[in-house]
């Protein structure tokens, strides 16, 4: 251990003052000593002893900067007789001077040390341009810019005297990556577009005219950087009369066609292509040609798919039986199918093209918090949340990986954060602009937010914790037991101040006993996509997809990441080096590696090592104590089996998820998350997009 410096702060580059932590200087002496295949960690501490003592002598009453601080190490390592480290040191040194360099072309001020992926990120989709397109802000202003605008909020309800306090936590908060709100948020939020929500549902009602309303709305709310999810079920099928005109209807397949290629001529804000969800209920008419319609991988890009399952067709492919396909138009039954045999087209297309997922209606509506005010027929495009016609939802995470603090969660200040996203989720409602009369209308009726996680699976590694264990499944249970009830804890207080959500009365919360309640609903789990990028952690409640891997983002921007945990570890453990690293990022999975440890090996699982039963069981604890729904790709290796999907699929039902979506790898030509070709799992595959929840 380090005696406490006598100097405690150091100047940065930009001229503003940090702490002194000594553990960084050891940090840089280990990476020069692996570069050199040299050294261990006993010899780096010592030598950061040594530069901690000359600074304290020559610097005790001044504060020294980052490049007196690395000078003295290079003269530290020379006069110790290690000439080669120092030169890797010095290298080191012009790496990170390069990688400085690469943000500032970027155009971007990087003034919270974020890793280069974030950048690019923040670059591309959330940092404030002036006219001509140059960057007017840097990452920590733009967390500012949010916090001022959201914590403004609390005038508008009476707190005006808490404001500047409220504005401070907020910024804190996001500053240091323990939470971060959805994209239309940062991109948003005190900036002249004010759309803030991520999440909508727009009715789809059986007539021209209101399909093109919703059409228009689509559009609108893709421009703001919202995605928007649709039932179709209302339509009736193709061939069916239409009175109006004497005419032959089309069907609901060929109005989805009409908002895909709505959707891919508008960029959300002009800066992410619309993404969205369509739902079809398993006993409309049309459903074959639904199950099919993305066997061409070109046809309806720009929509997830899912089929929306009721406990009665499940009970009919348990029995093996016929249901009835019933005419929306006229409530009438049609014709009969075998519910067995639609299962399995749906499992056969799902593992053919990652397509349909499911939507278990009936359980969504069990736990539908105000169903006075109608039924729910579909969700966002990622499916964390079930959303009735014309309502939004407001969503953030908490980065778990945050919250370890000497090898246990942090309770105390986990609380607190979550507390604070509560309060800034709601507030987000005040000050958001709605797209629509409509949708401004029913989102205060229930006043929805979304508060989940990302960094589970790295709070996990953290913790020395295998993803596919009864342990991690305990850990997942103890974690959002404690947001659910911490967060409905903050939202009753609310209620207190503000007053509940105007649909209260009639609610599910009030018939549970409560006399008060803000938010319909409190938690969700979503997929965290870029967000997690910005945050620096694993996504949602994913495991780790591979210890190295590319991410394609962003247009086709490829992004190399590497997991900070084991490298961390690699070195601390002495089996870090250059070679092996390079070896890593060609594999999808490190269990047979020998090179490493079997202890690290086990703890480092991959979504390649999780078997389905272990993703949907982890995604059900999750349910358990998650309001809304949960966002989970359930991951399969290339050599699934249909089979394989169809046990996901019926395990999900049983243990009550509402909803699931399976991607069996490079059954996509696109995909978001990616290993390279080498480390594909046989060799004719193609890496593939996962539209379901991974973005």
């Known amino acids: ?349 799902a593992w053919r093209t990652g397509d349909p997922g499911l939507l278990f209606l009936d359980e969504i509506n069990r736990n539908n918090p105000t169903p006075h005010l109608g039924q729910i027929e579909s969700t966002n495009p990622c499916g964390e949340v079930p959303l009735m016609p014309y309502e939004s939802c407001i969503l953030g995470s908490i980065n778990l990986a945050k919250m370890i603090k000497d090898g246990g969660i942090d309770w105390e200040k986990f609380r607190k954060v979550v507390r604070n996203s509560v309060h800034f989720l709601d507030n987000v409602i005040e000050v958001n602009k709605f797209p629509v009369p409509e949708i401004e209308k029913m989102t205060k009726m229930t006043r929805k937010i979304g508060l989940g996680v990302m960094g589970f699976a790295e709070m996990l590694l953290e913790l020395g914790i295998p993803y596919d264990t009864e342990e991690a499944l305990a850990k997942a249970d103890e974690v959002m037991r404690f947001i659910s009830e911490e967060g409905r804890k903050m939202s009753v207080e609310l209620g207190e101040r503000r007053g509940s959500f105007p649909s209260f009365h009639g609610s599910l919360w009030e018939k549970k006993g409560y006399k008060t309640m803000r938010n319909a609903t409190v938690t969700t789990i979503a997929p965290t996509g870029t967000i997690s990028i910005i945050a620096g952690t694993t996504s949602g409640i994913e495991p780790l997809f591979a210890v190295a891997y590319v991410r394609n983002v962003l247009s086709g921007t490829q992004l190399i990441e590497v997991n900070e945990t084991f490298e961390k570890l690699a070195i601390k453990r002495g089996f870090h080096s250059r070679e092996l690293m390079l070896k890593l990022s060609r594999l999808a999975s490190i269990k047979k590696v020998e090179e490493i440890p079997e202890d690290v090996r086990r703890v480092f699982v991959t979504a390649f090592d999780v078997t389905p039963e272990w993703h949907v069981r982890m995604q059900a604890m999750f349910q358990k104590y998650t309001d809304n729904a949960v966002s989970k790709t359930i991951n399969l290796p290339h050599e699934a089996t249909p089979e394989d999907v169809r046990r996901a699929y019926m395990l999900a039902y049983m243990l009550r998820c509402k909803g699931i979506t399976i991607y069996r790898y490079g059954s996509k030509s696109k995909q978001v998350l990616s290993i390279s070709p080498q480390s594909a799992p046989s060799p004719e595959t193609k890496p593939g997009q996962n539209n379901n929840g991974s973005v």
């Open 1 to 349: 251990m380090f005696l406490m410096p006598k100097i405690n702060q150091i100047k940065k580059r930009d001229g503003r003052i940090a702490p002194f932590e000594p553990g960084k200087i050891e940090n840089a002496i280990l990476r020069a000593f692996i570069a050199n295949d040299t050294g261990s960690p006993e010899t780096a501490k010592n030598l950061t002893r040594q530069v901690t003592e000359i600074l304290e002598r020559k610097y005790a009453e001044t504060t020294p900067g980052v490049e007196t601080i690395q000078d003295i190490v290079e003269e530290v390592l020379l006069k110790n007789g290690f000439a080669s480290v120092a030169r890797s040191y010095i290298l080191y040194r012009q790496q990170r001077a390069e990688l400085r360099a690469a943000k500032a072309m970027l155009g971007v001020t990087d003034d919270l040390k974020l890793n280069i992926n974030a950048i690019r990120v923040l670059q591309r989709r959330y940092l404030l341009r002036d006219e001509k397109g140059n960057i007017i802000e840097t990452p920590s202003q733009l967390f500012r810019r949010v916090a001022k605008a959201v914590a403004f909020a609390d005038k508008l309800n009476g707190e005006g005297a808490n404001v500047a306090k409220t504005e401070e936590e907020f910024y804190e908060m996001m500053v240091n990556l323990e939470f971060v709100p959805n994209s239309p948020t940062l991109m948003n939020a005190g900036a002249p577009l004010g759309q803030l929500a991520a999440c909508f549902v727009i009715p789809v009602p059986d007539s021209i005219e209101e399909i093109f309303d919703s059409l228009k709305i689509m559009a609108l709310i893709h421009q703001s950087g919202g995605g928007t999810g649709f039932s179709f079920s209302r339509l009736r099928p193709a061939g069916d009369i239409v009175k109006s005109t004497k005419g032959i209807a089309s069907g609901p397949v060929s109005f989805i066609k009409v908002f895909d290629i709505s959707t891919d001529v508008i960029k959300q804000g002009g800066r992410r292509r619309g993404a969205n969800m369509g739902v079809l209920r398993v006993d409309h008419p049309d459903i074959l040609e639904f199950i099919t319609s993305k066997i061409n991988e070109s046809s309806l890009a720009n929509f997830n798919i899912s089929v929306g399952l009721t406990d009665k067709f499940m009970e009919a492919v348990e029995k093996g039986t016929e249901y009835d396909l019933i005419n929306p138009r006229s409530g009438k039954t049609e014709r009969k199918l075998n519910a067995k045999e639609v299962f399995d087209l749906i499992v056969d297309m």
